[in-house]
Structures are given as C-alpha cells and as structure tokens.
C-alpha cells in the first residue's frame, strides 16, 4: 500500500522532497504498485505543447492493482457496500472476491461484443452496483470509459456520446432518486436515436418497468453476465494509454472530455485517498458523490478500491425519506469517513437539527467536504453537529482538470481553519498570479490560482482537441496551468479558495457554464438572446439567473415563457441546469462593440441598485433603470 504520513512534521519533510525532487519523490510511492514492467523514465513534460507523460513505457492494469495485488488476501473484506434508496430494501456487500468475479464476466461480455482496446464505451447509469463493473471491466480489456452522469438529458447524452465515437452504451431501465423513478432507458433511447456510432446497449435491469428493447442493439445485462466465464486476463495497457474520458463544463461552447492515463491517474488518486482520509485497514469510508462526476470516480471507486478500502455507494439522496438518511447510513454501517459536497450540509443544516437527534455518530473519524467554497456557518455546523467537535474537517479542493485532491489538509494532521483548503499536496506547486501574469509571492495574497509543475493525475488533453487543452489551460499564463479559481494565500500560507473567475457557475456543487445555459435557453424558439449569470444562494452555494430577451410572447405572457424556458433547459442539459430566477426583458446591456456587460447583470442578480461602476462605453445605459425594475419585481421587493 502506499505509504501515509502521520505527523505534521512528516508533511512538511516529504512536501519539501516532493518538491525538491519530484521524480524521486514519485518513484517511491509508484514502486508499492503491480507493474508488469517498470518504466523507464519517471517524467517528461512541457506546459508549451503541453505535452505530459509520467511512468514512460511503465507496463499495466489498473484492475490488476485491485484485485490480482497484494490486495487479493482481502478477498473476503467487503469492496463495496450498497445502500439502496429504499432504507427498507436490503443492502449489498460485494467482497474483492465477488466484485472481481462480476468484473471479470463483464469484461468478457464486452469483449464478445466486439469492444477492443482503445474503443469507447459510454456508461449512462443511475446508482447501482453495475455501474462501477462496468467501468472497472472497462479497464481491465482497456477500453475507454466515458460515464454520463444520469441526472443529464438525451440531448446531452447523445453529444457526449457522438464526441467520444462510442460504440457500445451500458445502461438501466430505470433508476431511483429519492420518491422519483429516473426512465434512464428512454432517455438513452432518445439519445441513441441521434447518433449511429452505438451498435449494441447493454441494459441493467434496476426498476424492472417495461421499457422498450431495439432487436439487434439491446441486450439485457443479466443473460450476459450469467452466461459469461469468470475467467479473464487483464489486458497489458501502457502508462499512457487512456483510461476514460471525463466531460467538465467550461466557459465557452460545448463541454470538455477530459482524458485521464492509466499509471499517473492510479498512482496519484491512491497517494491522495490514503493521505488525505488517513484511511486505514478495516475502516468504512463514504463519499456521497454520484460517480458520473469525477468526485465520484477518484474517491468513490478508484482511490479506495486501490487502497483496498471498503467503500460505501448510496443510491439515494440525503432528504429522503427524511433528512436523517444519511445520519442513519452512517450509524448503520458505522461509516468511519465521510466525504459530501457544501450544499449537501448547507440544505441538510436548514432541515434542523431535529434529524441529528438519536443518532450516534460515534464511528466518525473524519469529515471532508469538495466541490465548492464552505461558508464558516456550513463549517461549524458540520463540525459541531455531525463530527461532534471531535472529527477533522477536509476541505479538499480539486477539479475534473486535475483528477485529484490538489490542495487539503491531511486529516487530523494538518490544522484546519474554517473554509480554507489549508496546505497543497505532495508534489503539488501553486502560485497566485495577478492579471498581468506576475507571480505574487509570499504570504496575504490574492489573485489567480495556477500549477505550475506537472503531478501525476493531471489530464492529458481534450478529447479530439488538443489545441482546446492547450488554448484553456495553459496560455492565459504561459508556463502555467491555470485552474480558472480565484484564490488568496493567508498570513499563515494556507490557501482559500474564493470560487471561478470565468464564465462558470457552481450550482450545488454541479458545475456549469452560463454559456452553455444560455445556448439551451436560446434554442426556445420566442427566445432572441439570453445571459446567464450566477447569484449567491443559501443552499446552492450559487444560483442561476437568466435574462431573456423575447421576439414576441405566445399566449401565457411572462409566465409562459418562464416555464417553457425551463423546460427547454431540462431537455438540452439536465432538470438541475434549471435556472432559478428567469427575468424576461427588452434588451441586454451592450458596448459599442456588441459584448454583453455581464458584470452590470450579475450586480442586479445580488440585487444591487446603484454603484454599476463605468458604464460609458454602454451603447443602451437606459437599458439599466428596465433591469432594475423587472429584477424588483422577481424578487418580491
Ligand atoms: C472536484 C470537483 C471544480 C471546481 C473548481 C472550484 C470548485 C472544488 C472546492 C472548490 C472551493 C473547494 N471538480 N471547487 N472544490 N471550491 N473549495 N474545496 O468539484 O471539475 O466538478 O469542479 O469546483 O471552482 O474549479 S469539478
């Protein structure tokens, strides 16, 4: 297993060697990995290209260093816990033995279905213990994963699978959320009809509704995988060859396939997910993500399994039955960690306490929190109620781009302070630049926050679009890779991060890009334009408001519109892409040049009223008294 550092001391001395030496530093922790053949350089790299390669020429399988590893000894130490969303259907323990069984039938099921090494699979899945075979089957022959996240429309299904050229779809009938039932294989019907690179779908029966079987495409997964051999070798895979594509929301056009490699990815989610949880033997570790989102991928599945840790997956959502659920699964499977997004705690700390009461919480050993900024008030509450003063809070943050924790305290070791992020990890080296690009150094500063030294699981390109990488992330400052936050450096050196400084929200800790927003909204056919910005919000962390601009309005009125464009949203991207506030005007505020002044827009989103800052070069500055009084009106005041 890969070595923990327990002492604040131990931090410091291997931080320093991390950075000093990184190769050396790196090569330590990969030789506690299964390699069919070592690599031959540790690095090469260049931030121009970019051009990022680790563990060159290094020989393996990822799956090999779950099950085959020294890991297998765990054969009966339960790999996954399911809890179903009815607190009233049984759970399920997979061991490393019977999920390596079910991986290795499903990887021969893939490959009897012509799926080689290098194609893609596209995975759109609700919750179930099929979703993560299918994604470690996926590894094992060496196709790429491309998962979905099942809250996402047809629409937006059928993109990323035509971006991706998938040829085969593995899905569900149904899936359940809380008190509703997801029709996952009709909205994957829908998506399938859009694009011809998909030859079979693999259906997992979840909900057991009728659903709708093409002859000749779709299979059921149960007769599959009943009739497969649990015989199978893993595929040898390079360090570098792809192991999936990732799609991320950016501040222009259509959404990003982040590719992840084999041998970094593997060796830097295992040092993090030990490091950070301080996960030890025997412990029960939870992360509420869904694994369509990449939290959910590093810290749900791969980290864990790679650590030989038994990790908890929860269909579900955290309010129902009550807002006890998650209370209750930890209680009942005496979870030891628990890692959730802000939002979660912010909405489940406005239920009441109530939901706490009676419940024992004494298995908590740490807390962590990702995906957007916590408030202090989130904070405490957290550590007061949940971790009874006695549990340390990871605040980790990280991103889609960097496929691991990047900046964290490790816990118990690192002190935190309430919304910081605290201290980068090993072999992680963050500046803050200003707008001009000069690096500020020391202590109490703030402006952008980039990397500028390679880690190991660090995307390797676009998908299909290397000049996107590039153009994205490393030339805004040259030499660097910019991560689009905002951060400040305190007088202790710990980092805080204060959230994006492009064109992309973060609505309940599901990120998003106005742009994207505003081309769903633009497809209403009354619709002439929209902008779209973000707005603070109690629960969301940040909410959505959109401003419409109208050709003409259909019978409904303002009302009208308002709905229908919500329902246009939904059927481009997904129901949680919904905005909040839909404001219908007459115009936009433009410069002479024609670009929207997005800074007036999101000033009357915080419903401010005066103090627009500039507002000469505006070609319509009596555009702004009409925005005034219709966002007046939305808001009830
Ligand atoms: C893991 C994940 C990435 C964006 C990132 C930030 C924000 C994530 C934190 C955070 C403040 C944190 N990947 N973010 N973690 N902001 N504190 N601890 O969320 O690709 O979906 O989003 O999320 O803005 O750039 S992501």
Known sequence: MVPKIS??????????????????????????????????????????????????????????????????????????????NDPNEEFVTLTYHQLFERVKKFSNVLLSHGVKKGDRVAIYMPMIPELPIAMLACARIGAIHSVVFGGFSAQSLSERIQDAGATLLVTADGGYRGSKTIPIKEIADEAMDHCSCVKTAIVARRTGEQVNMVAGRDLWWHDLEEAAS?????????????????????????????????????????????????????????????????????????????????????EGIPTWPNAGRYWEIVDKHKVNQFYTAPTAIRSLMALGNEWLDGKHLGSLKVLGTVGEPINEEAWHWYHDHVGKNRCPIVDTWWQTETGGIMISPLAGIIPTKPSFATLPMMGVHPVILDANGKELHGNSVEGNLCINYPWPGMARTIWGDHKRFRDTYFSTYPGHYFTGDGAKRDEDGYYRILGRVDDVINVSGHRLGT???????????????????????????????????????????????RTSVLKTV??????????????????????????????????????????????TTLLNPEIIDELLEGAKRLNGN
């Open 230 to 314: 649990p015989v199978h070798k893993a595929e040898e895979m390079d360090s570098e060859d792809p192991l999936f594509i990732l799609y991320t929301s950016g501040s222009t056009g259509k959404a990003k396939g982040l590719v992840h490699t084999t041998a970094g990815y593997m060796v830097y989610t295992a040092y993090t997910f030990r490091n950070v949880f301080q996960y030890s033997d025997g412990d029960i570790y939870f992360c509420s993500a869904d694994i369509g989102w990449v939290t959910g991928h590093s810290y749900l599945l791969y980290g864990p399994l790679l650590t030989g840790a038994t990790t908890l997956m929860f």
């Open 515 to 561: 742009a994207e927003i505003e081309n769903a909204i633009n497809g209403h056919p009354l619709v002439h334009e929209s902008a779209v910005v973000g707005f603070p919000h109690p629960i969301k962390g940040q909410g959505i408001y959109a401003y419409v601009v109208c050709t003409e309005f259909s019978t409904g009125g303002e009302e009208g519109i």
């Open 7 to 84: 002492t604040l001391g131990g931090y410091i001395f291997e931080y320093q060697k991390s950075i000093t030496n990184p190769t050396g530093f790196w090569t330590n922790i990969a030789e506690s990995f299964y390699w069919r053949k070592k690599w031959d350089t540790v690095l090469d790299w260049n931030f121009t290209e970019p051009s990022i390669q680790w563990f060159i020429n290094g020989k393996l399988n990822i799956t090999e260093n779950i099950f085959e590893r020294y890991l297998f000894h765990r054969g009966d130490q339960p790999a996954i816990i399911w809890e179903p």
């Open 570 to 615: 939904s059927k481009f991207i997904g129901p949680f892409a919904r905005p909040d506030k839909v404001q219908i005007v007459t115009g936009l505020p433009k410069t002479r040049s024609g670009k929207i002044m997005r800074r007036i827009l999101r000033k009357i989103a915080e419903n401010q009223v005066d103090n627009f800052g500039d507002t």
